[in-house]
């Protein structure tokens, strides 16, 4: 194996590619002859916006983990902001239709907030 730069967002990248098959496929599933939105069916709503929302999310997450990473930020520090980001997608989905919804936001996003603050310190102290 050769040397990777950033193995680890180089891993979060490659695992998240291939969990969008099963969850489009999720949402695919449900979606039958509606070839536009929802059709009005509330549990291809929850999936389509379940699916929307890491799509939203991830990138962002994604960028800011690459340049943590690049920065020298310590492999530990990535991979519990990912499994933080990881757990809060869990909770979303498990959560989504709860006033407890917010909290999976939460969860999600702090690791993505974290990093931009250290980032921050790096660049800039």
């Known amino acids: 194996m050769t040397d990777i730069f950033l193995p680890v967002t180089f891993t979060l ?35 389509i916006r379940i699916h929307g929302n890491l799509m939203e999310n991830a990138p962002l997450f ?12 310590e492999p530990p520090w990535l991979w519990l902001a990912i499994t933080t980001f990881i757990v809060g997608r869990g909770l979303h989905y498990a959560l989504y239709d709860t006033q407890q919804r917010g909290l999976a936001m939460l969860v999600t996003l ?16």
């Open 110 to 125: 702090l690791p993505g907030v974290f990093m931009g603050l250290w980032l921050l310190v790096q660049v800039w102290l």
């Open 13 to 47: 990248v490659s695992v998240l590619v291939i969990l969008m098959i099963p969850l489009t496929g999720w949402v695919g599933l449900r979606r039958g002859e509606t070839l536009r939105g929802d059709g009005g069916d509330p549990v291809l709503f929850k999936r």
């Open 62 to 73: 994604v960028f800011v983990l690459g340049a943590a990473e690049a920065t020298g930020l």
